[in-house]
């Protein structure tokens, strides 16, 4: 059964710094993998799609990585800005079809 | 292209009542996604329907649980008779082919039950 896990849950960084944020899963037979961003009440918006046969993608100031081998992916945000402060979610589409989610990183970016 | 559209954004219900939940997949999308999300915890997928047909229902609930996409009109999350339980934000996603290449979210609705 596949497991995604984020980590950390939270992380608050002050402004301008670089972050990493970590998503780990437990079956490497995966189709894609995305990341979203979630606002408090909000619904998601997806970030970045990466298919299995990839390794990273990038969009602005955001990369994402993907090692299936090893079942990890990073994502990396550059010059964090207040406006970055979010829930960010993992999510891998399995061969079953299922997306499985992980919990999210809540990150705050302190001005 | 309004995206996903789901409706109401916000809904009330009093325990025993009927909650129909709508999600209107983008234009040109004919399979859709149901997923709960509970306070603190992440997103469960629920049901995978493409038109007229379910394809995955692993995750709904085996009761007062259901959910349709019918050849016209948007696709309905219906609970029946709900308890406090059943308040969470409710996910509608939709994707053209399946989800290999992606899907789109909609915003949401927000189930409370009182």
């Known amino acids: 059964k596949q497991e995604v896990t984020q980590i950390p849950a939270a992380l608050s960084v002050p402004e301008g710094e670089n972050l990493v944020l970590n998503c780990s899963f437990t079956d490497s037979a995966i189709y894609n993998l995305q990341w979203f961003r979630q606002d408090p009440g909000k619904g998601l918006t997806s970030l970045l799609l990466i298919q299995s046969s990839q390794r990273e993608q990038t969009s602005g100031r955001l990369n994402a990585s993907l090692d299936k081998s090893s079942g990890r992916s990073t994502l990396y945000i550059a010059a964090s800005q207040p406006g970055d402060s979010a829930t960010y979610l993992c999510?891998?589409?399995?061969?079953?079809?299922?997306?499985?989610f992980g919990k999210g990183t809540r990150l705050h970016i302190l001005p | 292209n309004a995206g996903v559209m789901q409706n109401p954004r916000h809904l009330v219900r009093r325990r025993g009542q009927e909650a129909r939940l709508r999600c209107s997949p983008m234009?040109?999308?004919?399979?859709v996604y149901w997923y709960r999300q509970l306070p603190e915890e992440g997103l469960k997928f629920m049901v995978y329907l493409q038109k007229e047909n379910i394809i995955d229902e692993s995750g709904m609930p085996k009761e007062r649980f259901s959910a349709e996409f019918p050849k016209e009109g948007p696709s309905i999350l219906r609970i029946q008779q709900v308890v406090r339980g059943d308040s969470a934000a409710y996910f509608c996603?939709?994707?053209?082919?399946?989800?290999?290449?992606?899907?789109?979210f909609g915003s949401g609705t927000r189930l409370t039950v009182v």
């Open positions: 996603a939709s994707s053209v082919q399946g989800p290999l290449y992606g899907y789109t």
């Open positions: 999510a891998v589409l399995n061969r079953d079809d299922k997306i499985i």
């Open positions: 234009k040109g999308h004919s399979h």
